[in-house]
């Protein structure tokens, strides 16, 4: 390692152990934030996915993502202590969007103590017996913590759309008691934010070839990724729709271009982070008089 880069891991340390975060070298203003404003229809084939604000590689966001995730874990510690917000963060993406590799790269090391993942498959017969969102309700964060959905409510207005599970007049209302449950979570002090993780058709392919080609990688591959590949255009529309009819003021989505899986690591970092600061949480005071206190032998 070069001396330069010990150096600033240390000051890095010592930022973290004061409570203290590195400035940021830019301010939420100074980037986009991919957030869709409620009402706004997006269109997700105008949108590109290979955008990366003029990044070219890698390394060029190294040290700024390292500074989001410093924020992150900074905010998660005082959220924790304070036991008053909560946050929900939804990841939903086509296959292969990168949920999995997002979670490993934002979250890592953020106190595992305060965090919970929950990953959705399709519902088990006892979940099938329940209302549909039974299942994400019981998985949904208390104060104090962060819930992180890998895949959720979501799906039961796009695979199950897209794949005509349920008839039109099940899933259509279901926006509407998607705001609400969002509402509901929001009002009791669970703050919501929403991603979308947008790769390209190409890069999808370009991904599952990855996946075949590399023994390590083979035991991703999945044949019914091939199926549902076959019905992309559908998955496109049915997302442009719960984006339409779910990105509120509460609870917004964010449109996050992730062909490029580095920048779309530091969008979600700066997302997140932003949003804990806006929760604003603060460590509760100390109790009164402990300057006179000393600790026995
Ligand atoms: P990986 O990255 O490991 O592939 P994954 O999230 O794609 O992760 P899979 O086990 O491959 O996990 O897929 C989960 C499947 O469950 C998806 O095809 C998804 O559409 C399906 N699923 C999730 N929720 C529901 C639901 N409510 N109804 C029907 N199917 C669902
Ligand atoms: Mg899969």
Same mark, same amino acid.
């Given at each position: 390692?070069?001396? $330069?880069?010990?150096?600033?891991?240390?000051?890095?340390?010592?930022?973290?152990?004061?409570?203290?975060?590195?400035?940021?070298?830019?301010?939420?203003?100074?980037?986009?934030?991919?957030?869709?404003?409620?009402?706004?229809?997006?269109?997700?084939?105008?949108?590109?996915?290979?955008?990366?604000?003029?990044?070219?590689?890698?390394?060029?966001?190294?040290?700024?993502?390292?500074?989001?995730?410093?924020?992150?874990?900074?905010?998660?510690?005082?959220?924790?202590?304070?036991?008053?917000?909560?946050?929900?963060?939804?990841?939903?993406?086509?296959?292969?969007?990168?949920?999995?590799?997002?979670?490993?790269?934002?979250?890592?090391?953020?106190?595992?103590? $305060?965090?919970?993942?929950?990953?959705?498959?399709?519902?088990?017969?006892?979940?099938?017996?329940?209302?549909?969102?039974?299942?994400?309700?019981?998985?949904?964060?208390?104060?104090?913590?962060? $819930?992180?959905?890998?895949?959720?409510?979501?799906?039961?207005?796009?695979?199950?759309?897209?794949?005509?599970?349920?008839?039109?007049?099940?899933?259509?209302?279901?926006?509407?008691?998607?705001?609400?449950?969002?509402?509901?979570?929001?009002?009791?002090?669970?703050?919501?934010?929403?991603?979308?993780?947008?790769?390209?058709?190409?890069?999808?392919?370009?991904?599952?070839?990855?996946?075949?080609?590399?023994?390590?990688?083979?035991?991703?591959?999945?044949?019914?990724?091939?199926?549902?590949?076959?019905?992309?255009?559908?998955?496109?529309?049915?997302?442009?729709?719960?984006?339409?009819?779910?990105?509120?003021?509460?609870?917004?989505?964010?449109?996050?271009?992730?062909?490029?899986?580095?920048?779309?690591?530091?969008?979600?970092?700066?997302?997140?982070?932003?949003?804990?600061?806006?929760?604003? !949480?603060?460590?509760? !005071?100390?109790?009164?008089?402990?300057?006179?206190?000393?600790?026995?032998?």
């Amino acid at each position: 390692m070069a001396k $330069g880069s010990k150096k600033k891991d240390a000051k890095k340390k010592d930022a973290k152990k004061n409570g203290k975060v590195e400035a940021v070298v830019r301010s939420p203003e100074a980037y986009p934030d991919y957030r869709v404003a409620p009402g706004e229809r997006i269109m997700l084939p105008a949108i590109d996915a290979n955008q990366s604000e003029g990044y070219e590689r890698k390394r060029d966001v190294l040290d700024e993502l390292e500074e989001q995730r410093l924020r992150i874990q900074d905010l998660q510690g005082k959220l924790y202590a304070e036991n008053k917000h909560g946050l929900l963060i939804v990841l939903q993406a086509m296959d292969t969007g990168g949920k999995d590799g997002a979670i490993k790269h934002v979250f890592s090391g953020v106190n595992p103590q $305060g965090c919970r993942i929950s990953s959705f498959k399709a519902p088990n017969p006892e979940e099938a017996n329940h209302d549909f969102l039974w299942r994400y309700h019981k998985s949904a964060p208390a104060v104090g913590r962060i $819930g992180i959905f890998n895949r959720s409510h979501y799906e039961d207005v796009l695979v199950v759309r897209v794949k005509n599970l349920v008839p039109e007049e099940v899933w259509r209302p279901r926006y509407e008691l998607i705001n609400n449950f969002e509402w509901n979570l929001t009002q009791n002090n669970i703050s919501v934010i929403k991603f979308y993780l947008h790769i390209s058709k190409d890069e999808q392919k370009r991904r599952l070839e990855s996946r075949l080609a590399d023994p390590n990688k083979r035991w991703k591959f999945s044949t019914n990724d091939l199926k549902e590949r076959a019905y992309w255009e559908d998955y496109q529309r049915a997302f442009e729709d719960a984006i339409y009819a779910t990105s509120t003021e509460y609870a917004p989505w964010y449109v996050i271009p992730a062909n490029k899986k580095w920048y779309r690591n530091l969008a979600i970092a700066r997302a997140i982070a932003d949003t804990l600061e806006a929760i604003d !949480p603060q460590f509760p !005071p100390a109790e009164k008089g402990l300057e006179k206190i000393t600790i026995p032998d």
